[in-house]
Nanobody
Framework: QVQLVESGGGLVQAGGSLRLSCAAS????????LGWFRQAPGKEREFVAA????????YYSDSVKGRFTISRDGAKNTVKLDMNSLKPEDTAIYYC????????????????WGQGTQVTVSS
């Protein structure tokens, strides 16, 4: 059983920063990747970023590239998302996800999802 637990969401002004964390537990093996999706009200789920556990290769959506950084801590089995220069359009529920396919932005290829954490960016 895979469990993903997010933390770190909140309210921030435009231009500010937030860090999201995700603690992963359960079946682990070197080929998997962890990442983040987000979903704003009335919109479809959107891929944000992913990181391959072995090697640390990263993959970003164009909308966050250069502003967000995904990283992992192997010792703690956690993945972090550092979000800088936040914009109101970044407002969404952010979900930690896990996949055995890398790289991919297709939500169908992420079978494991956390409960989500709310990020709100005020203008």
């Amino acid at each position: 059983q895979v469990q993903l637990v997010e933390s770190g969401g909140g309210l921030v002004q435009a231009g500010g920063s937030l860090r999201l964390s995700c603690a992963a537990s359960g079946r682990t093996y070197s080929s998997y990747a962890l990442g983040w999706f987000r979903q704003a009200p009335g919109k479809e789920r959107e891929f944000v970023a992913a990181i391959r556990w072995s090697g640390g290769n990263t993959y970003y959506s164009d909308s966050v590239k250069g502003r967000f950084t995904i990283s992992r801590d192997g010792a703690k089995n956690t993945v972090k998302l550092d979000m800088n220069s936040l914009k109101p359009e970044d407002t969404a529920i952010y979900y930690c996800v896990r996949t055995d396919v890398f790289p991919t932005r297709r939500y169908e290829e992420y079978p494991y999802w956390g409960q989500g954490t709310q990020v709100t960016v005020s203008s």
